[in-house]
Nanobody, 119 residues
Framework: VQLQASGGGLVQAGGSLRLSCAAS??????MGWFRQAPGKEREFVGA????????YYADSVKGRFTISRDNAKNTVYLQMNSLKPEDTAVYYC???????????????WGQGTLVTVSS
């Protein structure tokens, strides 16, 4: 399975961005988003259960970020609103078989897309 993430860029604080992640095949049960800021560990952002559509979010993004999916396109989206400078990071999409906030639980990874939020 190959994952292709896109949509990153530079945005001012308070602005919005939408990230996309397209999968080449659908052989997974969960798709998630993680991010890694310079000098920090990779952290969980959110995930979506592919069959039922249940979503899960880190507390730091709850109420600001929304994950959705398009089953027909094997694509997951991360809508990011009210962005803050501390959201600046490389964002990675991942796919796996268990809903988890732990990145080693995911089997497939996209290449990452940089999101920079200026103050």
């Amino acid at each position: 399975v190959q994952l292709q993430a896109s949509g990153g860029g530079l945005v001012q604080a308070g602005g919005s961005l939408r990230l996309s992640c397209a999968a080449s095949l659908h052989t997974f049960s969960v798709m998630g988003w993680f991010r890694q800021a310079p000098g920090k560990e990779r952290e969980f952002v959110g995930a979506v259960s592919w069959s039922g559509g249940s979503t899960y979010y880190a507390d730091s993004v709850k109420g600001r970020f929304t994950i959705s999916r398009d089953n027909a396109k094997n694509t997951v989206y991360l809508q990011m609103n009210s962005l803050k400078p501390e959201d600046t990071a490389v964002y990675y999409c991942a796919a796996g078989f268990l809903v988890s906030g732990s990145w080693p639980e995911y089997d497939y990874w996209g290449q990452g897309t940089l999101v920079t939020v200026s103050s």
